[in-house]
């Protein structure tokens, strides 16, 4: 699933992670907490520099709900459960307070960040580049990539500013009567 600009020689894909087989091997399970992985990926074959900086990209639900990729703090706020949030206690000796161990999840997070998101936001002349973003897939009705697209605006060339016009990519869910989609 692609949007190619060939005036500019610029083209962006992307692929749901949906299923097993196409959602990235990270430390926390992101789509069993409502949060959907898509692979975005970046071919600029110009002779120019592309920015990323100021770029939106926007999952769009089929009855047009627009959903922004997620934040880190977004991530950690669906990964956090209240057990989680509550940590650990380990049983001390008595007078002392029982002290409280919390599972890591923000290092998880930027950790997986670090292993599968973007690593730059420019993109140099005749090369690509991938990573994935997180989408709040709770609430919107199943099979949510049904009639879904994907839009990017404001990408841009880096040294003339100039914007492309925007990408819509439309998503498709990995098996082929949708029903292989959970969320």
Do not use: C, W
Not at 12 to 24: F, Y
Not at 30 to 37: E, G, I, R, S, T
Not at 150 to 160: C, D, G, I, N, P
């Amino acid at each position: 699933m692609h949007d190619a600009h060939q005036s500019e020689r610029v083209t962006i894909a992307a692929e749901p992670g949906d299923t097993k087989l196409t959602r990235p091997n990270t430390r926390l399970n992101y789509f069993d907490h409502d949060m959907m992985p898509i692979r975005i990926i970046v071919t600029n074959d110009s002779d120019f520099a592309l920015t990323l900086d100021d770029a939106r990209i926007h999952f769009i639900a089929g009855d047009n709900t627009v959903v922004p990729a997620a934040t880190d703090d977004d991530l950690q706020r669906r990964m956090i459960t209240l057990g989680s949030a509550k940590g650990t206690k380990i049983p001390l000796p008595m007078p002392l307070p029982p002290i409280t161990v919390h599972h890591n999840v923000d290092k998880k997070i930027v950790d997986d960040e670090n292993d599968f998101g973007f690593q730059t936001t420019t993109v140099k002349p005749h090369t690509t580049v991938a990573g994935y973003l997180f989408y709040d897939m709770q609430g919107l009705t199943p099979p949510v990539l049904k009639n879904a697209t994907l839009e990017l605006r404001k990408v841009r060339f880096a040294e003339s500013n100039k914007a492309l016009d925007s990408f819509e990519i439309p998503l498709n869910p990995a098996s082929k009567d949708g029903s292989g989609t959970t969320h």
